[in-house]
């Protein structure tokens, strides 16, 4: 499974960015049976999950509760990470995980820095 995440970039703090991971490969009913999540990894710390969404459900950090919005576009095979109102302290690499029984897969990972 290949997981191609994008749309990170640099920003001044308040700014917005939205990510998105595509996963190409998939078929739409596949897409849709897999949880899907974005994470974030700060420089010299560990990966911690942002958002995930699952049939529906989603799940939101509380660092992030109120900013940021994780949704899927089922026909398009893709998982987005709207982020708004950025701070310096989400300065990391982000990276979107699809995940059910067994199965564990991780984007590349797309850089995000906020500036203040």
């Known amino acids: 499974v290949q997981l191609q995440a994008f749309g990170g970039g640099s920003v001044r703090a308040g700014g917005s960015l939205r990510l998105s991971c595509a996963a190409p490969g998939m078929i739409t009913s596949e897409f849709t049976s897999y949880e899907k999540a974005w994470y974030r990894q700060a420089p010299g710390k560990q990966r911690d999950l942002v958002a995930s969404?699952?049939?529906?459900?989603?799940y939101s950090a509380d660092s992030v509760k109120g900013r940021f919005t994780i949704s899927r576009d089922n026909s398009r095979k893709r998982v987005y990470l709207q982020m708004n109102n950025l701070s310096p302290e989400d300065t990391a690499v982000y990276y979107c995980?699809?995940?059910?029984?067994?199965?564990?897969?991780w984007g590349q990972g797309t850089q995000v820095t906020v500036s203040s």
């Open positions: 995980n699809f995940r059910r029984a067994g199965e564990d897969y």
């Open positions: 969404i699952n049939s529906g459900s989603t």
